[in-house]
């Protein structure tokens, strides 16, 4: 790998969006906002990454990473195509997960969507498990949203 890993700052945020919102296959929300993306840096300082090209700074991967006390979460890791196969991913990977552990973070969970095969062979291949016991269910916290019974 010829990157230099290093925290994810607010000031990456902008660079940050652009590679994700090249990136076929990455799903972005409200939750990606840059107001939310900075206080989930906040919220989890340290463990979310970016890889940048040495000498120039040029930004190649992301990791956003967190935990909530229990369980760590990986979103959206992103190498940028020019830079793939040469261990970038793995490199933040790694980072994220000792940065997890260092913090008493015992596993780490991620999602990817169905048709992103390239993203489930990579996590494959870097050691996940693929859970077939679980089903994924979101709800929203918005008023009104609250279930009826």
């Not at 040469?86 to 000792?98: D, K, N, P, T």
Request: glycine content about 10%; overall charge positive; charged content about 15%.
């Amino acid at each position: 790998m010829n990157a230099r890993i290093r925290a994810f700052s607010e000031t990456d945020i902008a660079a940050a969006l652009a590679l994700w919102r090249a990136t076929p296959g990455v799903g972005l929300s409200a939750a990606d906002e840059p107001a939310a993306i900075a206080r989930y840096l906040a919220r989890n300082p340290g463990l979310s990454l970016v890889a940048e090209t040495e000498p120039d700074g040029q930004m190649i991967g992301t990791l956003l990473c967190g935990h909530d006390g229990r369980r760590g979460l990986i979103h959206h890791l992103v190498v940028a195509p020019g830079h793939r196969r040469q261990r970038v991913g793995e490199g933040l990977v790694s980072a994220g997960l000792l940065g997890l552990h260092a913090q008493g973070i015992a596993k780490c969970h991620l999602m990817v969507f169905e048709h992103n095969t390239s993203a489930q062979q990579f996590w494959l291949a870097v050691g996940a498990q693929q859970r077939q016991d679980l089903r994924l269910f979101s709800l929203n916290t918005s008023a009104g949203s609250a279930p009826a019974r």
